[in-house]
């Protein structure tokens, strides 16, 4: 028992160490040399322990959650990259523990560029059909006045929404995905076009309280630009719902899958797992997929529904039912 | 610190206000009185959760400012805790809510945010309620680890356990959720960020935080209550790391990393 104590307290120190390391220098933190051995004396110890404890045998819910225990340890290692590592060279299986794959509309792709910036290749294709983004609705246009007064109006084409009498109105005149204005001709027309790029811009008017009329155009990148003369700061915001790639898989130049891959809706194919992870923020031509690998993933998820279930078991019901009480009072006088 | 003049703000202040009288109510022995007051106080916090869900269109637990709301309906946890653990500190509860909506009310701001992509997720509600349910408990716990420190026992006729056994049974209810909320945030990050385990401050000080309470459930299986004073110092150990996972994580520069949107000031 002294001995889990202290791998226990151990584990808590490190765990404390990792958290000021940052996510990436804790990752490399935990998966080196010596805390893989740490690793394996954890699992080593707590099997021994299962020996050891008549106990932990004799009661079911005792046992579930050291087994689930050593499940989550044993299928994060499997799973791991020195796990992958080590599966190649004894067993010969050749899979990509992690990595990312960067697909143009239109086409499809099998290379993934691994964590250790080795291009290395899948069994099959990803083609990408379509990228694109969603919004929240309504959008919203910002007003902020010199003085601090502050406004919030709903983007809606036609709208148009009266200030103050200091500030008159303003209407909603355009809405625009990617604003451009041609260089070509002598006519400079503001159009919406429909090529690679991404530049949403809105098209209001000002009307002040004496009549005067004035076009402005308020760019989603450019939040609260003004000019020395403005009275007004404009702000054209969009909050993002959702990132969404239509996936297709490729299999001998048959498409055998399909999905329409969203935060929180990856899509599981041959062993792996492909995330929406970034894309192209310049003009939305290109996704980046996290693709990982599922080995280990069903121990570690078995590990946590036994630890689940045993903690459960034995804390609820064991501990505080009716009898469980008597069996608490009885422990407590006993000790 | 800023006053909040919103219906929001004014909820949270009636809440708050209801209980603290609750809590005067019932160190002036008014303990019918007291209990009303205390009821009426969780009807507020129910109301102004329920306000703030209209308002931001999804369960709000986004942010410490709703998860502070969530936190001040302690109500059900104590009634729970007295008629079912036969565990007191009923007082200490109404104090623990005026607490906990204390940042919500001065503190937090409560600018209404749209769920962003990761948050969309069926784990979001079930991985959020549990830990404020194990948050709770533990919180009470450390409560009664206090008492024992103190010695302060329950009075005879009052049907209790005394602090220690109180510390104990409170771990044994908060600790399986605690493991949930690990658990929940797991596969969920796996199917949000593509993997279980991230390696990020809030990951590796939620672990801190359920080994400290694994440390602690196996000292008292070790020996029992032959050591109160460092059972209740390991269970006061629990809520502070807790603390810190809660709070010092998400609102420091120290610890940047994916649970960083939980940080609203």
């Known amino acids: 028992m002294w001995a889990a104590m202290a791998l226990i307290t151990l584990l808590f120190f490190l765990s404390v160490y990792g958290a000021f ?16 051995v740490f690793w394996l004396v954890f699992i080593i110890l707590l099997i021994a322990g299962i020996g050891l404890f008549r106990r932990l045998i004799r009661k079911p819910a005792l046992l579930l959650i050291h087994a689930g225990c050593i499940f989550v340890f044993a299928g994060a290692l499997w799973g791991s990259v020195k796990g992958h590592t080590l599966r190649q060279k004894l067993l010969g299986i050749d899979k990509i523990p992690s990595g990312f794959m960067q697909i143009y509309e239109g086409h499809s792709d099998n290379r993934v560029i691994s964590q250790d910036e080795q291009i290395r290749e899948l069994p099959f294709s990803i083609g990408l059909k379509d990228f694109r983004i969603e919004h929240y609705k309504p959008e919203y246009l910002y007003i902020q006045s010199r003085q601090g007064d502050y406004w919030r109006c709903p983007v809606e084409i036609g709208a148009e929404y009266f200030l103050s009498p200091e500030y008159g109105m303003i209407k909603i005149i355009r809405v625009f995905e990617n604003f451009k ?36 155009y308020v760019f989603e990148h450019l939040p609260g630009h003004m000019h020395p003369g403005d009275e007004l700061s404009l702000t054209y915001q969009r909050v993002i719902s959702e990132y969404i790639s239509e996936l297709q898989v490729v299999r001998n130049g048959k498409v055998v899958a399909e999905k329409d891959i ?28 996290e693709v990982t690998s599922d ?39 006993g000790k | 610190m800023e006053i909040k003049y919103t219906i929001q703000g004014l909820l949270i202040y009636i809440t708050i206000a209801l209980y603290l009288l609750a809590l005067f109510a019932s160190i002036f022995r008014l303990k019918k009185f007291g209990h009303l007051l205390y009821f009426l106080g969780f009807i507020a916090a129910v109301v102004s959760f329920g306000y703030r869900w209209y308002h931001v269109r999804h369960v709000p637990m986004q942010n410490l400012f709703e998860v502070f709301l969530c936190l001040g309906m302690i109500y059900p946890v104590s009634l729970f805790s007295r008629y079912v653990l036969r565990i007191g500190g009923q007082t200490a509860d109404m104090l623990i809510g005026a607490v906990v909506l204390f940042p919500a009310g001065f503190i937090f701001s409560a600018n209404p945010l749209k769920l962003p992509p990761a948050l969309q997720s069926w784990l979001f509600v079930p991985h959020v309620t549990v830990y404020v349910l194990s948050y709770i408990f533990m919180a009470k ?24 056994e ?12 605690l493991t949930m909320g690990l658990v929940l945030g797991s596969v969920w990050g796996k199917r949000a960020w593509g993997d279980y385990w991230g390696w990020d401050p809030k990951e590796l000080w939620s672990l801190a935080s359920w080994l400290v309470y694994v440390g602690y459930l196996h000292f008292r299986y070790m020996f029992g209550k032959k050591h109160p004073r460092i059972n209740s110092i390991w269970a006061i150990a629990g809520i502070t790391v807790i603390v810190v996972t809660l709070l010092w994580v998400n609102l420091s520069r120290f610890f940047p990393g994916l649970h960083s949107y939980g940080a609203t000031m």
């Open chain 1, 21 to 36: 390391l940052g996510p990436k220098r804790a990752k490399e933190f935990f998966n080196s040399i010596p805390l893989t």
């Open chain 1, 181 to 216: 204005i041609p260089m070509q001709g002598k006519n400079r027309i503001a159009v919406d076009d429909p090529g690679p790029g991404s530049n949403p811009a809105l098209e209001i008017q000002i009307v002040s309280p004496n009549g005067e009329s004035t076009t402005r």
């Open chain 1, 262 to 289: 969203q935060v929180n809706h990856p899509l599981r194919y041959g062993g792996y797992h492909f995330y929406q992870q970034d894309y192209d923020r310049q003009a939305g031509r290109y996704t980046i997929l």
């Open chain 1, 295 to 333: 080995s280990g993933l069903t121990c570690v998820y078995a590990g946590y529904m036994m630890l689940c279930i045993g903690l459960c078991w034995h804390f609820w019901i064991n501990k505080l039912s009716g009898k469980g009480k008597q069996i608490l009072k009885a422990e407590a006088k």
């Open chain 2, 141 to 164: 716990a450390a409560f009664h680890a206090v008492l024992q420190l103190l010695g302060k026992n329950p009075r005879s006729g009052d049907n209790l356990l005394p602090p220690e």
């Open chain 2, 166 to 177: 109180a510390t104990y049974r409170l771990t044994c209810v908060g600790f399986p959720l």
